[in-house]
T-cell receptor, first 114, second 111 residues
């Protein structure tokens, strides 16, 4: 158990819909990362937040957005969903995001868009 | 964005040491080498990381060559539970301190 929690575990929805994925970092960690893992793309970094502020962006679509709240949990919002958005979405956390800090990953949310 | 090269797959006999190589010839002096593994569709699991020196923990050993252009992850006594995809990642200021996962090595431990 990494200490990072994600809800829900599974999500099934239809194209065009909007969903919200939730992540709670490890106790004491200030930085949260989101990743997408689809069959043909591997693990892709989406976005990083540190103490409520966006710190870095990766391959995140404009239809996707995220935020980190004062209690440090984070939400990833996916809108206008397409079939290709079906994937595993992982959240990870670190203390501050420095290069020598280990990222601990949550169990993921499996999204299926029909 | 991945800066590492790994063999796509390897087999290892149960109980033997598994040696997983990784090439990172363009690594910079301030970049770390990290190893993670992913079992089925679970979240990636941290194994070990290092900067210059060899490292060992309860899971594995990390051997980094003197020129830092390659490294080897050693699982001393592989078990069936070690069957997974293993990712070698270089991380530092040049990568925006982000993890860029490549395709990894699919390790199969054979009974």
């Amino acid at each position: 158990d990494s200490g990072v929690t994600q809800t829900p575990k599974h999500l099934i929805t239809a194209t065009g819909q909007r969903v919200t994925l939730r992540c709670s970092p490890r106790s004491g960690d200030l930085s949260v990362y989101w990743y997408q893992q689809s069959l043909d793309q591997g693990l892709q970094f989406l976005i990083q937040y540190y103490n409520g502020e966006e710190r870095a962006k990766g391959n995140i679509l404009e239809r996707f957005s995220a935020q980190q709240f004062p209690d440090l949990h984070s939400e990833l919002n996916l809108s206008s969903l397409e079939l290709g958005d079906s994937a595993l979405y992982f959240c990870a956390s670190t203390l501050a995001g420095g290069p020598g800090e280990t990222q601990y990953f949550g169990p993921g949310t499996r999204l299926l868009v029909l | 964005d991945a800066k590492t090269t790994q063999p796509p797959s390897m087999d290892c006999a149960e109980g033997r040491a598994a040696n997983l190589p990784c090439n990172h010839s363009t690594i910079s002096g301030n970049e770390y080498v990290y190893w993670y593994r992913q079992i089925h569709s679970q979240g990636p699991q941290y194994i070990i990381h290092g900067l210059k020196n060899n490292e060992t923990n309860e899971m594995a050993s990390l051997i980094i060559t003197e020129d830092r252009k390659s490294s080897t992850l050693i699982l001393p006594h592989a078990t069936l539970r070690d069957t997974a995809v293993y990712y070698c990642i270089v991380r530092g200021a040049n990568t925006g301190n982000q993890f860029y996962f490549g395709t990894g090595t699919s390790l199969t431990v054979i009974p």
